[in-house]
């Protein structure tokens, strides 16, 4: 079993910039792709960004250029630095590793950018 838990969350202003953090626990061994999703109110849980070895990116358009997904290169944690943010961006950001044909996911952080 893998666990995720993400930090870092939190309320700032249109324009600031945040840093997310995930570390994963258990059994984390053979864990390989390593993603963001968001999920805001009333909408579809939608993919942000994803980082794979040996450390290629994937980012949405809608984040492309403003967020940097990265992770340690021999630790269980990833990250995602989040700049000129925008109220559009509020939602609970969850992390995701995949793990031998497996999804596992963490119970989320809320960001949320004022106007």
């Known amino acids: 079993q893998v666990q995720l838990a993400e930090s870092g969350g939190g309320l700032v202003q249109a324009g600031g910039s945040l840093r997310l953090s995930c570390v994963a626990s258990?059994?984390?061994?053979?864990?390989?792709?390593m993603k963001w999703y968001r999920q805001a109110p009333g909408k579809q849980r939608e993919f942000v960004a994803k980082?794979?070895?040996?450390?290629?990116?994937t980012y949405a358009d809608s984040v492309k250029g403003r967020f940097t997904i990265s992770r340690d290169n021999a630790g269980p944690s990833v990250y995602l630095q989040m700049n000129s943010l925008k109220p559009e961006d509020t939602a609970v950001y969850l992390c995701?590793?995949?793990?031998?044909?497996?999804?596992?996911w963490g119970q989320g952080t809320q960001v949320t950018v004022s106007s």
């Open positions: 258990g059994i984390t061994s053979s864990i390989r792709d």
């Open positions: 980082i794979s070895r040996p450390g290629g990116t």
């Open positions: 995701n590793a995949w793990r031998n044909g497996r999804d596992f």
